[in-house]
């Protein structure tokens, strides 16, 4: 086994614990803004976060697949990995909005069925329907991602990376003249983040000597160059009501040039900093941090004074995030591995 294969998941916990806490920081400076604050809320912290995240999506799905990917298999871990935290979240906000208990989700007393069926099934921004769990936006893309991954593995095989680099920039830049033709916004920030995943995948293709250096970095530059025309077009000749223009072109332009640097440098990827003790460690609630945190924001808000705001909010969200990961989310990955050696058991006796 090399050492990228034996260390990548320690740092790429870091990495995740990195971006689930840019996120945490935009959403804690925006509802607290400070003096110190609002010039780095500026530089979008949230949206590097999630940027970051989908990097590392990317390079870390095909390592699931290295031995075959059975359809069935990867639907079902997929799924135990990414729904039974959503559904719990929901539950939590739900039962706070019935109780009085969290004011910010009181409304959820009058929601009708359409909205909650919208949003358990993460189609809400595609229906016109407002989101009940602000972040879970990310999760339809992540959903989006796996499938077309799944897909191109299946139709291409070997060539899947080499054809989903080829064809998603090229789909951006056309989504992108299309949009000036019509003179309409699209939002392209999104589609965009799947072109982050495949970039990541490329690392993950560069690591397993599919994919030659000056390659790797060619399709960096690409993504730059394609990145910075399609966020200008959706955040400066058109208009975003919560992200600017140096909101966008500035994550996008650092999330990978700090994931490239980390997953690149042998010396800052095999690093003790970042692959071993709390980092790491911390790491593995990112998920649940990054689900989370808004339930905490939202209960500190609403209890403690605002000079305590800030902290509680912290606070809150590590032990959410704990008892997230050991109540649910650990079990979700764990019933998803089960329900696949059942499968797999069945398969074999039939």
Request: charged letters at 10%.
């Amino acid at each position: 086994m090399s050492s990228i294969e034996s260390s990548r998941l320690a740092f790429v916990d870091t990495l995740r614990l990195f971006a689930a806490v840019l996120v945490v920081f935009q959403h804690l400076a925006e509802r607290h803004p400070t003096v110190t604050t609002r010039p780095l809320v500026e530089l979008g912290p949230g949206v590097m976060g999630v940027v970051l995240f989908f990097l590392i999506s990317g390079y870390v799905i095909p390592f699931s697949v290295r031995k075959g990917l059975d359809p069935a298999a990867f639907i079902i871990r997929r799924i135990c990995r990414i729904y039974p935290l959503f559904l719990a979240a929901l539950c939590v906000v739900a039962i706070g909005g019935w109780t009085g208990l969290l004011d910010q989700w009181a409304y959820l007393a009058d929601t009708g069925l359409w909205r909650w069926t919208a949003n358990i099934l993460l189609i809400q921004d595609f229906v016109g329907v407002p989101a009940i769990l602000g972040v879970s936006w990310t999760l339809i893309i992540e959903l989006i991602w796996y499938a077309l991954f799944a897909f191109a593995i299946l139709a291409f095989k070997e060539r899947a990376a080499d054809v989903l680099a080829l064809v998603f920039p090229a789909i951006l830049l056309g989504l992108g003249l299309i949009s000036l033709w019509l003179d309409t916004r699209i939002p392209l920030g999104r589609p965009a983040m799947i072109y982050a995943a495949i970039l990541g995948y490329q690392v993950y293709q560069f690591h397993t000597g599919k994919l030659s250096r000056t390659r790797l970095y060619g399709a960096l530059g690409v993504f730059l160059g394609v990145s910075w025309f399609t966020n200008y077009v959706a955040f400066g000749i058109f208009t975003h009501p919560h992200i600017t223009l140096s909101q966008a072109l500035g994550p996008w332009t650092i999330a990978p040039l700090l994931f490239f640097a980390i997953t690149l440098t042998d010396r800052l990827r095999t690093s003790g900093f970042i692959n071993s003790g709390i980092l790491p460690l911390a790491g593995t609630i990112s998920y649940s941090i990054y689900l989370l945190h808004p339930i905490a924001n939202a209960a500190a808000d609403q209890y403690f004074a605002e000079m305590f705001q800030v902290p509680v909010a912290l606070a809150l969200t590590l032990i959410l995030s704990v008892l997230g990961y050991r109540l649910v989310e650990r079990p979700g990955i764990e019933l998803g591995r089960y329900l696949v050696s059942l499968k797999t058991s069945r398969a074999v006796t039939a």
